[in-house]
């Protein structure tokens, strides 16, 4: 049994990754080679695997493809990559470029989008009251009626994988159900209910 329920308050800016682009040519021109120990090329797949790295710590979990040449590992070297992000399923490009050599450690700088990232969903409260009437409406298939429902008076906090135990009584029965917020993205939740 799922049920689906719009939570009231929008607690997060959902924001899409606008991306435009593609893998393009590789820009060298400025570069210069800085540390002569250091090795002549690096592979573009290492590179898009560190802007991986760099936009995760912007908040960002995206795809990066810079292909998989081999390019000189030179400060100024610069590659337009293309990028997906799964959980907006948009697609676009970042530039990817050397911007300092210490040996064989690098500096990279990763200019794409002006989106802001989304964050991860928080949790938030919802009476115990409307709890309880989502799961009264996800028991009255199984049960043949809608029960009435008691999870208790305090607020509940909605988080992905909260459980709760609720109490429920029907004209022909009684128990209690373990309801399960199965999933929560800042504005909407399910929960699935089972019986104890």
């Known amino acids: 049994m799922t049920r689906t329920r719009a939570f009231a308050p929008a607690l997060v800016a959902a924001s899409l990754l606008l991306l435009s682009g593609c893998v393009g040519a590789i820009d060298t021109s400025g570069a210069e080679r800085v540390d002569d120990g250091a090795p002549a090329t690096i592979n573009a797949a290492d590179l ?93 298939g199984p049960l043949g009626e809608t029960p009435v429902v008691d999870c208790g008076t305090d607020d509940i906090e909605i988080f992905a994988g909260q459980e709760v135990r609720c109490a429920y009584e029907t004209s022909s029965a009684s128990g209690f159900v373990i309801s399960t917020v199965t999933s929560f993205d800042g504005a909407f939740y399910e929960i699935s209910v089972d019986e104890e």
């Open 48 to 140: 898009a695997l560190t802007a991986e790295g760099v936009v995760a710590e912007q908040g960002f979990d995206v795809d990066i493809d810079c292909g998989t040449d081999d390019v000189p590992f030179a400060v100024g070297t610069s590659l337009e990559c293309s990028a997906f992000d799964e959980a907006s399923e948009t697609s676009g490009a970042y530039t990817v470029t050397i911007s300092s050599i210490d040996g064989s450690n690098y500096v990279l700088d990763v200019v794409g989008s002006d989106a802001a990232p989304t964050p991860a969903a928080e949790s938030a409260f919802e009476t115990a009251e409307a709890f309880a009437g989502l799961t009264a409406d996800a028991l009255s």
